[in-house]
């Protein structure tokens, strides 16, 4: 089955500084890949779309200069958090749609998420 | 915003019962479906139903749909102290071109032994 991994799975750091989020597809193809965020017994909330080859779309609200996705290759895109800080806190997912699929996704392939803590 | 709306937000019940939870959206979608998460890991993707669908069972989990009234609910039979989890809705939305999913807000249960 689609499997995607995320790396690291989970880190802490110190604010101010930047931390970087992996997701991939380990055996599919993806164009598109999507950002998720949970805080605390908390929803999902979806950050942005990741695009391969181009800007990533970012949900209202979100901050594109603090979030910085890069989709680079079919299999990977990263999330960049920079300049973090406490509130920053919080579980990043990620998921993958299959290239080539169109109309509606039956489904899209969740990471197991990274849990991000800024001390 | 969020696409979905669950009740009840949380519920507590007895192993052996029933649970019901419920989620309701506000456009149109192509189809929905149910996620489970335990507490601080990843989302397991439980049932999908489609828009022309009405019904679905896997298991001891029955998905209903009514499109008319833009909700959905989850039923789990029997249940256990393993499904002891938050559950929650995704619904597909449009926006410029690419299809995503909008999480509800979610149902934590709690099923004791």
């Known amino acids: 089955g689609a499997v995607v991994s995320q790396h690291p799975s989970w880190v802490i750091c110190k604010s101010g500084t930047s931390v970087k989020i992996e997701c991939r597809s380990l055996?599919?193809?993806?164009?598109?890949m999507f950002w998720y965020r949970q805080f605390p017994k908390q929803s999902l909330m979806l950050m942005a779309t990741s695009n391969e080859g181009s800007k990533a779309t970012y949900e209202q609200g979100v901050e594109k200069d603090k979030f910085l996705i890069n989709h680079a290759s079919l299999t990977l895109s990263t999330l960049t958090v920079t300049s973090a800080h406490p509130e920053d806190s919080s579980f990043y997912i990620c998921?993958?749609?299959?290239?080539?699929?169109?109309?509606?996704?039956?489904?899209?392939?969740f990471g197991p998420g990274t849990r991000l803590t800024v001390l | 915003s969020q696409q979905g709306e669950e009740d009840p937000q949380a519920l507590s019940i007895q192993e052996g019962e029933n649970a019901t939870m419920n989620c309701s959206y506000k456009t149109s979608i192509n189809n929905l479906q149910w996620y489970r998460q335990n507490s601080g890991r990843g989302l397991v993707h439980l049932i999908l139903i489609r828009s022309n669908e009405r019904e679905k069972h896997s298991g001891r989990l029955r998905v209903t749909l009514d499109t008319s009234k833009k909700s959905s609910s989850l039923l789990i039979t029997a249940s256990r102290a393993a499904d002891t989890a938050s559950y929650f809705c995704a619904t597909d939305a449009i926006s410029s071109g690419t299809y995503k999913y909008i999480f509800g807000t979610g149902t934590r249960l709690k099923v004791l032994a």
């Open positions: 998921s993958a749609r299959e290239t080539g699929t169109s109309g509606p996704p039956d489904t899209q392939y």
């Open positions: 055996d599919f193809q993806a164009t598109t």
